[in-house]
DNA sequence: GTGAAAGCGCTAACAC
DNA sequence: GTGTTAGCGCTTTCAC
């Protein structure tokens, strides 16, 4: 397939490059007849652009950046994803990935990317980076949007998931059910120095036991593990449930920092002979497909959304606009399943 | 943060502009002195290189294009665009995603990316192209990789699990435990009317069947349905899950297409009180997160293995060698989970 | 080992 | 409405 350039076409056409350009993209005064003239021959000579000469040429690359703490496979990673390409893809930007595991990829995105009109835009998801690497990014006079960042600083927008709200609806179904000592389970820690340490939830969850009303000493909080300190997985859970098992007065409202630990942990209380939910309730967090599987009571979170939402901040500053809400709080809702019950329920053990 | 531009670096360090493109990119012989000399030039202005003005130039656009049928959240892209990516980035590429849903899509891929020089190259995921389709893309002399394609024509290179393989694993393991009766369940249609059918995977299982010996009658076969034609997804499988129950002779060893729908379905035959694995034996395919959690014997691939393959052999063609083997078929594994045991174990129903 | 010069294919003033 | 003219920031012969 030869190339045809946009001056091929401008010839077959009889008219000049520029024109031909006006006209192609729908920009400028072009009379109705030389528009489908020049469109004809595009079509005939099978014309594209070329994005690098356009985005030479205007300064507008039509690219945006998506930086990923860790695996674009996660499940948040894949849905923050995906929301982002199908808002972006509609407006004809590309999005790409760069996955940041440590500090030398950061250094390397940083001093090779952003400059020189390489993407317009920066979507940081779950990102945690200092304050010197944010001033490092936020100095590129580039939109930066954060999906779940620690804060909001740097960013030009960020959108977030409303972690407080979403632990003050999980303690209260709790108390509801009348569960008297409470427990929150981190997941274990990515290897990635950048992920979101999760402290917010952590401090939601810990603020809404008081607001209900809970003691201190009725609240455990098992701190996040470093997953390769272990041999598998399921390891790290056994341990916890022991743990919590074995506890002089062991908790019996479990939240849990994402599904997937949960259903682990889960399976690990059962095997300890514990029943879920007749002795002890369980809640996870994301209402990912491990939660339907295990019949999970959690709190469902839409990653896709919150990517879509910070897709349109970021076409909205690329635009020049400036957004009425840069900084947005998304929702969580509780969705009840088979892993929580009322403690007045509890029959043996 | 002022763009500088390589005419800037040389400048500063007092070389020509040709000069300083070689010492930067390692390319030609440059004195040790010069390039070190605009090494630190470089540093000094925070000199990025412009993609585009790069592409232009030179003709590689260091990007290639992956193109998927269905969203990118799902279990097998996003994997497989994590192998691509962990491959491609180490040799910095970009690898940028289009999502083809439909004709529509395809239609405006192909005449507006593969052509004047967009892309390095395309890799194609589970995609099932009619022939002028696939000759289209094949038209541009750009490497095009399939990934899970019904047929290797019209690309350059291809990686596949060996369905017909892991059928045959699933099916030797149901004769091995004594099960009379096999049926294979086949996960609802996509609507994406590229996704691959999964014919080449029924196929096999037949095929497997009548190797160990099966014979015809006492092999059923359910068909896809289309999952918008049902409310919940869940239906779907109450429905299939009633059909093979209430069979005059009921099968009791079933294969399913992929995991989470064998966990879907394993819940409605809980449901209807047969038990798993004691009357009824179940077998996924995939291994991912809803395996696990539903203690799935299940078929296990390697998505992110197939996206890492692909992406070496779209690296070779790029480079301008012709891969020893480029059409690569990888194996899968069977893990033994909850879901299987053996028929004379049977008590009750 | 280094420099000069000619593009790569397009966009964006600016004229007319 | 349309054409002319400069570039955008690099790479790449080709000289020297």
Known sequence: MERATIADVAKAAGVSVSTASRALRGTGRVSQSTRERVAAEAERLRFMFSKSAASLASGRT?????????????????????????????????????????????????????????????????????????EALAAFSLPVVGVNTPSDRGYDATVRIDDAAAMLDAVRLLKSLGHKRLAYVTKPLSPS?????????????????RICGYDEADVTVIPPLKAESMSRPQDVYSGIAARLVSAPEPPTGICVSADFAAM?????????????????????????????????????????????EAAQLALALMDGKTPAQPYVMMPTSLVLRDTTAAVDAVVGI
């Open 62 to 134: 039509m690219r945006v950046a998506l930086l990923l703490p860790n695996e674009i496979s996660r499940w948040f990673n894949s849905h923050v994803f995906e929301g982002v390409y199908e808002e972006l893809a509609s407006r004809d930007y590309d999005v790409v990935p760069y996955v940041i595991w440590d500090e030398r990829d950061l250094d390397a995105f940083l001093r090779e990317l952003p400059g020189n009109r390489n993407v317009d835009a920066v979507i940081v998801c779950s990102f945690d980076m200092n304050e010197a690497q944010s």
């Open 193 to 209: 120095p950048f992920v979101s340490s999760g402290d917010v939830r952590v401090a939601g969850f810990r603020q809404a036991a």
């Open 264 to 308: 682990l942990l889960l399976k690990e209380l059962r095997r300890l002979g514990r029943r879920v939910p007749q002795a002890i309730s369980v809640i996870g967090f994301d209402d990912d497909d491990t939660a339907i599987a295990s019949d999970l009571t959690t709190l469902h979170q839409s990653p896709t959304e919150l990517g879509r």
